[in-house]
């Protein structure tokens, strides 16, 4: 998977290189601010009242 | 990423035949491979989630904690002259609004939370919300505050160190309400020998129907009962009928888990009006920081 992207990326290793980054840096940042905010509430970590 | 290197020949391919390609077109070796990068990639993202949860949700809590504070100071600041000649308390505000502030000195000098009004998610995140259902700060009954223990500035991180007597301080718009944590189970038995402990001073086993009340409990989550007016007994159901005045903490228990809820009672033993030509004054027990 990860070879696959690798080699679908355009330019020389140093580009790869950067726009791999800035794919990883995508991907960690959609994870903070989209799905773990959505999917916190719902995993049994975090409920402090009581019903 | 090491392990994309497809370029060497196959050293060790013996099947190279008619129906061969090498390692690099092997169906199964693919399969196994994409496999195992997904099972590494779901294990990042579940730190990850930990990151989140730990220190990412505290930064995003600070700032919206400070802005809750800032606003519950303007409002303060803001009373009109009646309300400052009748000095009424009053915490109708919107769900999520500031009502109160608490301080714990036995946490340090700098621990101070803006509670706010509501327990929902959204409210918790920003800091101690209030269980509108329960009683207001100061007067007869249960003034109950839920907050988180890990993660949204974890307000509640530590409050199964407080010790009984401990000192949990309320300041509302006019005044300061000084709680002390009541004895736990296994020190009502023997609370004379603490008497003499000039912060115990107003704390103590308080008696029937208060029997089953202590300092600090930890029970299952549908045990609504511990934020009643008088916790745990479900026969007195108006606040203005208790004859205390009690502060109840709620948080999640076991810490990361939410399979119990960790509770802890605190009786109010002193109570100040701020003194309008004094704004800055605070009272004595907010130095009990050892």
Partial sequence: MYGWIWRHLPGPVAVRAITAVLLVAGVVALLMFVVFPWAEPKLPFNQVTTQ | ?290
């Avoid at chain 2, 730990?54 to 930064?59: E, G, L, S």
């Avoid at chain 2, 769900?95 to 946490?107: D, H, L, Q, T």
């Avoid at chain 2, 810490?255 to 009006?273: C, G, I, N, T, Y």
């Fill in chain 2, 1 to 290: 990423m090491s392990t994309v290197d497809h370029s060497d020949p196959p050293v060790s391919d013996t099947r190279v035949g008619p129906a061969g390609g090498g390692n690099r077109r092997d169906p199964v070796r693919t399969a196994v491979r994409a496999i195992g990068e997904l099972l590494i990639t779901a294990g990042l993202v579940v730190l990850l989630f930990v990151v989140y949860e730990v220190y990412v949700t505290d930064i995003t809590s600070a700032a919206k904690q400070r802005d809750a504070t800032a606003a519950l100071d303007q409002e303060w600041q803001q009373s009109t002259p009646e309300e400052q000649q009748q000095r009424q308390e009053h915490y109708d505000g919107p769900e999520g609004s500031g009502i109160a502030k608490m301080y714990v000195p036995a946490f340090g000098a700098d621990y101070s939370f803006t509670i706010l009004r509501g327990t929902t998610e959204k409210t918790l995140e920003v800091g101690p919300g209030h269980y509108t259902e329960s009683g207001d700060p100061g007067l007869p009954g249960n003034f109950a505050v839920a907050g988180h223990r890990v993660g949204k500035g974890a307000p509640f991180n530590d409050i199964d160190l407080l010790n009984s007597c401990d000192a949990i301080v309320v300041e509302t718009r006019f005044s300061w309400f000084v709680y002390r944590v009541l004895p736990k189970a296994d020190e009502v038995a023997d609370w004379a020998s603490r008497a003499a402990d000039p912060r115990c001073t107003g704390v103590g086993p308080l008696g029937a129907p208060y029997d089953r009340v202590v300092g600090q409990e930890i029970v299952s989550p549908t045990q609504g009962s511990v934020i009643l007016p008088v916790p745990n007994r479900d026969d007195v159901t108006d606040n203005a009928g208790a004859t205390a005045s009690l502060m109840t903490l709620t948080t999640c228990h076991p810490r990361f888990s939410d399979r119990e809820r960790l509770v802890v009672h605190a009786v109010m033993v002193k109570q100040w009006a701020k003194n309008p030509d004094k704004p800055g004054e605070t009272p004595p027990e907010l130095k009990e920081t050892s």
